[in-house]
């Protein structure tokens, strides 16, 4: 079982590029979640999917878009790379019940110059 | 609202000793978990311990326990006996009904 599986593992884009983050799960959970990790900044929450068809902005929404295009797949899309985007991109996913923990992808390291 | 805050970007401790990460955090939800989430140079999260908001008795798993004071929002993480394995980055983290947020991270130094 992959689990949570995010594509792809590194990416350098140019200033203005666009492109977008896939990330898939097999563990049929609801939630879907996709964060940036940054040195001193700890994971901070982009968008969120309750549920297929659902999706919610995080802390940190501008420069990115997302779609929930299934109950397994929850894409991330920069339109116009900046680079103050330059991070470490996790997606997540979760069950319904609170208690449940979260399970993360291996996560995607992007480079805008 | 949601927050989570860890005011302790560093730590260190030496092996076989005690050492306790603080948490703080803030939720409009009536029911909560909190969680505490280990990321070692890898990148893998790893889960840690979880605390229902509900339960007055504090978790422990194996040499993590925490010390959970809701009137406080506060919630802390203690490893005992630290082992050179403990070595990570340490995230405390809060889920609502829908949001999962986390904190900014402390870094765990083990010292041989």
């Known amino acids: 079982n992959a689990g949570v599986t995010q594509t792809p593992k590194f990416q350098v884009l140019k200033t203005g590029q666009s492109m977008t983050l896939q990330c898939a799960q097999d563990?049929?959970?609801?939630?879907m979640y996709w964060y940036r990790q940054d040195p001193g900044m700890g994971l901070r929450l982009i968008y969120y999917?309750?549920?297929?068809?659902?999706?919610d902005k995080g802390e940190v929404p501008n420069g990115y878009n997302v779609s929930r295009l299934n109950k397994r797949e929850f894409s991330l899309r920069l339109e116009s790379a900046a680079p103050s985007q330059t991070s470490v991109y996790f997606c997540?996913?979760?069950?319904?019940?609170?208690?449940?923990?979260?399970?993360f992808g291996q996560g995607t390291r992007l480079t805008v110059v | 609202a949601q927050t989570v805050t860890q005011s302790q970007p560093e730590m260190s401790v030496q092996e076989a000793e005690t050492v306790t990460l603080s948490c703080t955090y803030d939720?409009?939800?009536?029911?909560?978990?909190l969680f505490w989430y280990k990321q070692p140079p890898s990148r893998q999260m790893i889960l840690v311990i979880r605390?229902?908001?509900?339960?007055?008795q504090n978790a422990t798993e194996n040499r993590f326990s925490v010390n959970f004071q809701k009137a406080a929002k506060s919630f802390s993480l203690k490893i005992s006996d630290s082992q050179l394995g403990d070595a990570a980055m340490y995230f405390c983290?809060?889920?609502?009904?829908?949001?999962?947020?986390f904190g900014t991270g402390t870094r765990l130094k083990v010292l041989a």
């Open positions: 983290a809060s889920s609502g009904t829908y949001k999962y947020i």
């Open positions: 939720t409009s939800e009536s029911d909560y978990y």
């Open positions: 999917s309750a549920s297929e068809g659902t999706t």
């Open positions: 997540a996913i979760k069950g319904a019940r609170l208690n449940t923990e979260a399970f």
């Open positions: 605390q229902e908001a509900y339960k007055q």
């Open positions: 563990m049929n959970h609801n939630s």
